[in-house]
C-alpha cells in the first residue's frame, strides 16, 4: 500500500492556493485539522488532500483522470 504524504506547501501547490489559506481553513474550523503531525509540522493525506480540494472547489488531476 502506497501512501502519498504532503506537506503544507506541497497542498497549497497542488491547489494552486496559497499556504496560508489552508491553515485559516483548518484554524477556522471550516475544515478538520489533519491527522498525522511529524515534527509538531501537518502532514496531509490523499483524503484530507480531497478534502481540502472540495472546500476550495479545486479539481485535482486525479480527480480529472476519472470523470473522463
Same mark, same amino acid.
Given at each position: 500500500?502506497?501512501?502519498?504524504?504532503?506537506?503544507?506547501?506541497? *497542498?497549497? @501547490?497542488?491547489?494552486? $492556493? #496559497? !499556504? !496560508?489559506? $489552508?491553515? !485559516? +481553513?483548518?484554524?477556522?474550523?471550516? *475544515?478538520? &485539522? *489533519?491527522?498525522?503531525? *511529524?515534527?509538531?509540522?501537518? $502532514?496531509?493525506?490523499? &483524503? @484530507?488532500? #480531497? #478534502?481540502? +480540494?472540495?472546500?476550495?472547489?479545486?479539481?485535482?488531476? @486525479?480527480? @480529472? +483522470?476519472? +470523470?473522463?
Amino acid at each position: 500500500m502506497k501512501t502519498d504524504l504532503l506537506l503544507l506547501q506541497d *497542498v497549497a @501547490e497542488q491547489l494552486g $492556493v #496559497r !499556504y !496560508y489559506r $489552508v491553515v !485559516y +481553513a483548518i484554524k477556522s474550523g471550516q *475544515v478538520p &485539522d *489533519v491527522k498525522l503531525r *511529524v515534527g509538531n509540522r501537518r $502532514v496531509f493525506q490523499q &483524503d @484530507e488532500l #480531497r #478534502r481540502l +480540494a472540495d472546500f476550495f472547489g479545486v479539481k485535482l488531476k @486525479e480527480q @480529472e +483522470a476519472h +470523470a473522463k
